[in-house]
Structure formats: C-alpha cells, structure tokens
T-cell receptor
Framework: DTEVTQTPKHLVMGMTNKKSLKCEQH?????MYWYKQKAKKPPELMFV???????INESVPSRFSPECPNSSLLNLHLHALQPEDSALYLC???????????FGNGTRLTVT | GENVEQHPSTLSVQEGDSAVIKCTYS??????FPWYKQELGKGPQLIID?????GEKKDQRIAVTLNKTAKHFSLHITETQPEDSAVYFC????????????FGSGTQLTVLP
C-alpha cells in the first residue's frame, strides 16, 4: 500500500460543480506535488509546495486551486472544469530535491 | 530544460525471459535517475534508482545501468513474471530543479505466460 493517501478514488463532476481532491502523507516529507496524468502519458507537474508554501505553478488554469493546510495535507480545489480536464490526478511527496517521489494512487476525475 | 527519451514504447516478452528498457537524457547536469512502475489503476511506484556517481545498481531481478558519457541509462528485468506487466517510466533530475522529475514517455511491458 502507498504511504500517500488520496481521496476520493473516483470523482464525476459537472462543469458547474465545485469539488476538492485530498491528499495526506505522514512520512514527514516537506515537499508535496500535484500531477495530472492522461491515459498512456507520463505524469505532468501542476504544482509544488515546499514547506507548506507554493513554490511552483506550472501555468495551471485558475479553475484548479491548490491549498496546503499543513505539512501533511494537500488539497486541490476544482471549479468550472472542462471535459478535457478529465484525467488521473496524482499527489506525491518527497523529502526534498534529489529525493525519491512517493506517489499516491490518484483520483480518477471525469468531467461531464 | 531536460529532455528524456524512452524506448521502446511497448515490449512483449515470454515469462522467464529478460526485458530491457532504454532512456537517454539531454542535460549533462542531471545526476539522479529513478525508475517507476505503474500498474493499472495505481500511481507510479519507485522500483529502483541510480545516482550519477554509480555505474550500476541491482536489486534482486531488477538492475539499472548508467552511462554518463553517452547520457543514457537502462532498466534490466531478468526472469520476468506476469506480475511485472505494467507501464515503466524512467526519469531524470537536475540538481537545484524544484520541478523534480522529467519523465520519459513510458514503456508498456507485457509478460506473456
């Protein structure tokens, strides 16, 4: 079992809905990440939090809003998504740079 | 920035045979190279990694080799088993890069019983 827990596992939402994805890790890692993965493609980086502060936003549309309430939790708030946003959303954590990333099993998001 | 190319995109082997997946990277400053295995419905899981001061690393049936001069690294799986079937991603990290990993495009490995 993965040490990074993501909820929910599956989510179906309409384009006018507001929902949130949640991620939790208890490994004491100080860096946390959101990735988006389309079918048969590698994960694409969206956001990086370092010591609970947003350090990287890879030009992600504002309909995706990350939040890091504390060093163990990471949220991704979703609003007014488009069907093309349907994907697997992966959370990951690491001790720091040059340290292995630990991924959760993701949230499979479908936007209708 | 870093660019990682991975080959082949699909690989089928008979159970018990060996499988080799190759990656090349562009940034000579990259010095950490992890390999991830992603099973259907799961997130990528680290299976082995190598740092640039080492040429080879082995963990049971899995080994990784690194050629810094040629800027390529390879994953070797011996005595393959059906449970090795998955998508494998290589990756590279450049020091000081908070963006972490640059992934290869992935290899779908199928082990035929």
């Amino acid at each position: 079992d993965t040490e990074v827990t993501q909820t929910p596992k599956h989510l179906v939402m309409g384009m006018t809905n507001k929902k949130s994805l949640k991620c939790e890790q208890h490994m004491g890692h100080r860096a946390m990440y959101w990735y988006k993965q389309k079918a048969k493609k590698p994960p694409e980086l969206m956001f990086v939090y370092s010591y609970e502060k947003l350090s990287i936003n890879e030009s992600v549309p504002s309909r995706f809003s990350p939040e890091c309430p504390n060093s163990s939790l990471l949220n991704l708030h979703l609003h007014a998504l488009q069907p093309e946003d349907s994907a697997l959303y992966l959370c990951a954590s690491s001790q720091g740079t040059l340290a292995p990333l630990h991924f959760g099993n993701g949230t499979r998001l479908t936007v209708t | 920035g870093e660019n990682v190319e991975q080959h082949p995109s699909t690989l089928s082997v008979q159970e018990g045979d060996s499988a080799v997946i190759k990656c090349t990277y562009s940034d000579s400053a990259s010095n950490y190279f992890p390999w991830y295995k992603q099973e259907l419905g799961k997130g990528p899981q680290l299976i082995i990694d190598i740092r640039s001061n080492v040429g080879e690393k082995k963990d049971q049936r899995i080994a990784v080799t690194l050629n810094k001069t040629a800027k390529h690294f390879s994953l070797h799986i011996t005595e393959t088993q059906p449970e090795d079937s998955a998508v494998y991603f290589c990756a590279a990290i450049r020091p000081g890069s908070a963006r972490q990993l640059t992934f290869g495009s992935g290899t779908q490995l199928t082990v035929l019983p």
